[in-house]
């Protein structure tokens, strides 16, 4: 197998990533599965908006990509069939981001790890084969599309590309919350930007521009009274939680050192640095924004789609810190926490815990209860 050929490599990781997934949901691959707002709100208002649906914003902002799933469902499909093709979609999708990347990075190894960390990344269940989650799975991608983009542009498929960004960044707010770094990254490269750079970067603000529009005219929280332990909580639910037992909180701060130390080491310290500062940042952003309903985010319960994406930006960072650091301690420390954090993955992983769902006939419609506990009726 020649993994150096990027059509190989996407080929490959796809398999494995569809491999992975089977062993860490089996049950929802074989039985379908749905969750929270994957009825209450795609399913029931695809019944009740039709095509209109695909544009309409919840929770303050858009998810094209779910609305077109479910959109797409409800036009096929009788309703018994929204787990078997929200499940389908969501692994076929998320197969494909992983897929992506790994063809994306140049180095053949280090495109794979990076593609698998998707799937690997630590998480109890609550994004995987959701629509209602892809959005978080699906914001590195849109990261590698912007760097792509930016640095390394490709010869072909220059539209498709620049329409899946488009996509991403009208599926949920991170198109928005990293346009102010892609702004400066545009302007301070030293080479002027293509034509086709141009265009890309083009779709990407209108997409952008369309989100945050939504976001400002359609604000659907106003973050709940009372301060974030910001100092209890970043190292507890950022790096303590991903050891074993009552770890002490000084643990997570040396961890915590132990990671800025290795990126910096390495010749990859601008980029580990960047995405960690972004996975950071986006934990922040939801702590600050659910203060109220839950002490602690807890990457094998709670919250935890609000730890999934800075844990997957430290095992990307450590990744990159291992394969490019000169200093062999180094690249054995940055090896090191990247084990960490995937035996931590493997050992808690939990998607078994959540309940079943059920699609129940009445004479009224269709009565769907999901896991954690929503019940919605969908009339006919």
């Given at each position: 197998?020649?993994?150096?050929?990027?059509?190989?490599?996407?080929?490959?990781?796809?398999?494995?990533?569809?491999?992975?997934?089977?062993?860490?949901?089996?049950?929802?691959?074989?039985h379908g599965f749905?969750?929270?707002?994957?009825?209450?709100?795609?399913?029931?208002?695809?019944?009740?908006?039709?095509?209109?649906?695909?544009?309409?914003?919840?929770?303050?902002?858009?998810?094209?990509?779910?609305?077109?799933?479910?959109?797409?469902?409800?036009?096929?499909?009788?309703?018994?069939?929204?787990?078997?093709?929200?499940?389908?979609?969501?692994?076929?999708?998320?197969?494909?981001?992983?897929?992506y990347i790994a063809?994306?990075?140049?180095?053949?190894?280090?495109?794979?790890?990076?593609?698998?960390?998707?799937?690997?990344?630590?998480?109890?269940?609550?994004?995987?084969?959701?629509?209602?989650?892809?959005?978080?799975?699906?914001?590195?991608?849109?990261?590698?599309?912007?760097?792509?983009?930016?640095?390394?542009?490709?010869?072909?498929?220059?539209?498709?590309?620049?329409?899946?960004?488009?996509?991403?960044?009208?599926?949920?707010?991170?198109?928005?919350?990293?346009?102010?770094?892609?702004?400066?990254?545009?302007?301070?490269?030293?080479?002027?930007?293509?034509?086709?750079?141009?265009?890309?970067?083009?779709?990407?603000?209108?997409?952008?521009?369309?989100?945050?529009?939504?976001?400002?005219?359609?604000?659907?929280?106003?973050?709940?009274?009372?301060?974030?332990?910001?100092?209890?909580?970043?190292?507890?639910?950022?790096?303590v939680d991903l050891?074993?037992?009552?770890?002490?909180?000084?643990?997570?701060?040396?961890?915590?050192?132990?990671?800025?130390?290795?990126?910096?080491?390495?010749?990859?310290?601008?980029?580990?640095?960047?995405?960690?500062?972004?996975?950071?940042?986006?934990?922040?952003?939801?702590?600050?924004?659910?203060?109220?309903?839950?002490?602690?985010?807890?990457?094998?319960?709670?919250?935890?789609?609000?730890?999934?994406?800075?844990?997957?930006?430290?095992?990307?960072?450590?990744?990159?810190?291992?394969?490019?650091?000169?200093?062999?301690?180094?690249?054995?420390?940055?090896?090191?926490?990247?084990?960490?954090?995937?035996?931590?993955?493997?050992?808690?992983?939990?998607?078994?815990?959540?309940?079943?769902?059920?699609?129940?006939?009445?004479?009224?419609?269709?009565?769907?209860?999901?896991?954690?506990?929503?019940?919605?009726?969908?009339?006919?």
């Amino acid at each position: 197998m020649n993994i150096t050929n990027p059509r190989v490599r996407a080929a490959t990781v796809f398999l494995l990533a569809i491999l992975i997934i089977w062993f860490r949901a089996p049950d929802r691959l074989a039985h379908g599965f749905l969750w929270a707002e994957d009825a209450s709100v795609f399913i029931a208002q695809a019944h009740q908006l039709g095509r209109h649906s695909i544009l309409f914003d919840y929770a303050g902002y858009l998810h094209l990509l779910p609305r077109l799933i479910a959109y797409g469902q409800f036009t096929l499909t009788p309703i018994g069939y929204a787990p078997y093709v929200f499940v389908i979609a969501s692994l076929l999708v998320t197969a494909a981001a992983c897929a992506y990347i790994a063809a994306a990075v140049r180095a053949p190894l280090v495109a794979m790890l990076l593609g698998l960390a998707l799937v690997l990344s630590p998480q109890q269940g609550e994004v995987l084969l959701s629509i209602t989650n892809l959005q978080w799975m699906m914001f590195p991608v849109l990261l590698a599309l912007l760097w792509e983009c930016l640095f390394d542009p490709p010869t072909s498929w220059i539209w498709p590309r620049a329409l899946v960004t488009a996509m991403l960044g009208l599926t949920g707010p991170f198109g928005v919350l990293v346009s102010p770094a892609v702004a400066i990254a545009a302007f301070w490269k030293r080479k002027l930007l293509s034509r086709k750079q141009i265009a890309w970067l083009a779709c990407y603000a209108l997409a952008v521009l369309g989100q945050a529009w939504i976001m400002h005219t359609h604000p659907a929280y106003t973050p709940p009274p009372g301060k974030v332990d910001w100092l209890h909580r970043a190292p507890k639910e950022l790096f303590v939680d991903l050891l074993p037992g009552q770890a002490p909180l000084w643990l997570g701060w040396a961890m915590a050192a132990w990671l800025m130390v290795t990126i910096a080491g390495s010749d990859s310290a601008l980029i580990g640095g960047f995405i960690c500062a972004v996975g950071i940042a986006i934990w922040g952003l939801g702590a600050y924004r659910v203060n109220g309903y839950a002490h602690a985010f807890v990457w094998y319960g709670a919250g935890s789609r609000y730890l999934y994406i800075p844990l997957l930006m430290f095992g990307w960072a450590s990744i990159l810190a291992a394969t490019t650091a000169r200093s062999r301690a180094i690249c054995c420390a940055a090896g090191l926490f990247a084990g960490i954090v995937l035996l931590a993955s493997a050992t808690r992983f939990e998607a078994g815990a959540w309940k079943t769902w059920t699609i129940v006939d009445t004479p009224t419609g269709y009565e769907l209860t999901v896991p954690p506990d929503w019940t919605v009726t969908v009339p006919r």
